[in-house]
Structures are given as structure tokens and as C-alpha cells.
């Protein structure tokens, strides 16, 4: 069994719509907890941590659950360019990622 | 700062044959970090190390050698490329210490071995 799951999707929203995205992991000694961002052919890049109290950067939204151990994402007024795969990253350290296999979102007009 | 930085972007090799991927950070990040993405597996960890003279393995090291004689470069070695080594070749690096260490990525090395 994987470390991280996430559903592959893809997710198609449109323009405006709110859609959210799960993660499991599996070691519940994981201590810090990511989402990155991945575009098409491009390198990932941090998007937002995600803090054990939940945490919102403008219109993301990323919650904790170490009980069930699952992460979200939630996206709220999406826009095109928001179209992109995003993953689910897991580490027991400071380093060493665990990278879900990531979620496709396209957002249409 | 040009960041993390990757050479080359394209390579195309065949069977038997060796390369390096080069690696090369200006951040003077202690951690760097070789990952490959292939189509439905995710990014997984090929080495990594913490600090000049520190290397480890990750999970698919087989095929791969590293070094790091310096904080700056972080190089990957393919011994005798395989068919089953195309993929997107990633460089990360990050400072080490503290709870929430950003990853910074280099743009990738698309290889495909024949």
C-alpha cells in the first residue's frame, strides 16, 4: 500500500465552482503535511503547508485530520488558472517528501 | 538567484550507455534531493543528501549513483542506462532543520533511453 493516496481524478470543475481534494496517508508518525502545485511539463512548487489547526490562504483552504489521517484541499471560486495537478505530500522529517501520485484539476470556462 | 538549476533539459540515450545529470543550487541549502516521476507513480526519491560528504539512498537508488563534493552540486549518475530509467529526473533542495522546510525543484531532465 502506498503512503499517500489520492483520487487521480481528473476533477473537471467550471470557472467559479468549489471543489475539494483528499489525501490519506498511512504513517501516523508523519509529522509535517504539504500541498504542492504541478503544471503540465513543469516542476512541482509549494502551494501551502497544512498546520494542524487548518489554514487558509486566500481562496485554499487545507485541513488536518491526524485522527482519520487524511488531508484536504479545498478551492473556492476557481479560476482557469488553477488548472493544474496537485500533490499530496507526506514527510516523518523535515526532508525525505512522500509524494501522492497527485489530482488533476481542469477548470473550464 | 537563479535557484535550482538542471542540465540537460533533454536527453536521449541508448541502452549501456552512462550519464550525469547535473544539479546545481545557489541557495546554499544544506538538503538536496533526486527524485523520478513517472506516468501513474508519482515522484519517488532516488538519493538524497544532507550536507557535503553525506549521501543515502532513497527508494529506487538501483541504477544511480550520487555524490556530493560540494554544498552546490548534487550530480546523478547513471551507470548503464536501462530502458526502464525514462522518465522526468527532478532536483530538489532545502535548508535542513526547523518543522516546515519548502522544497525548491529544478525544471526536470526529460530522459529516454532506447
Known amino acids: 500500500r502506498k503512503e499517500v493516496e489520492q483520487d487521480p481524478g481528473p476533477f473537471n470543475v467550471p470557472e467559479g465552482a468549489t471543489v475539494a481534494f483528499n489525501c490519506t496517508y498511512s504513517?501516523?508518525?508523519?509529522?509535517?503535511f504539504f500541498w504542492y502545485r504541478q503544471d503540465c511539463r513543469k516542476e512541482p512548487k509549494l502551494l501551502m503547508s497544512?498546520?494542524?489547526s487548518g489554514n487558509e490562504d486566500g481562496r485554499f483552504t487545507a485541513q488536518l485530520n491526524r485522527a482519520s489521517q487524511y488531508i484536504s484541499l479545498l478551492i473556492r471560486d476557481s479560476k482557469l488558472s488553477d488548472s493544474a495537478t496537485y500533490l499530496c505530500?507526506?514527510?516523518?522529517?523535515?526532508?525525505?517528501?512522500?509524494f501522492g501520485k497527485g489530482t488533476s484539476l481542469l477548470v473550464t470556462p | 538567484n537563479a535557484g535550482v538549476t538542471q542540465t540537460p533539459k533533454f536527453q536521449v540515450l541508448k541502452t549501456g550507455q552512462s550519464m550525469t545529470l547535473q544539479c546545481a543550487q545557489d541557495m546554499n541549502h544544506e538538503y538536496m534531493s533526486w527524485y523520478r516521476q513517472d506516468p501513474g507513480m508519482g515522484l519517488r526519491l532516488i538519493h538524497y543528501s544532507v550536507g557535503a560528504g553525506i549521501t543515502d539512498q532513497g527508494e529506487v537508488p538501483n541504477g544511480y549513483n550520487v555524490s556530493r563534493s560540494t554544498t552546490e552540486d548534487f550530480p546523478l549518475r547513471l551507470l548503464s542506462a536501462a530502458p526502464s530509467q525514462t522518465s522526468v529526473y527532478f532536483c530538489?533542495?532545502?535548508?535542513?532543520?526547523?518543522?516546515?522546510?519548502?522544497?525548491?525543484f529544478g525544471p526536470g531532465t526529460r530522459l529516454t533511453v532506447l
Open positions: 504513517n501516523s508518525a508523519s509529522q509535517s
Open positions: 530538489a533542495s532545502s535548508y535542513v532543520g526547523g518543522k516546515y522546510n519548502e522544497q525548491f
Open positions: 497544512v498546520y494542524s
Open positions: 505530500v507526506v514527510t516523518q522529517g523535515s526532508y525525505a517528501l512522500n
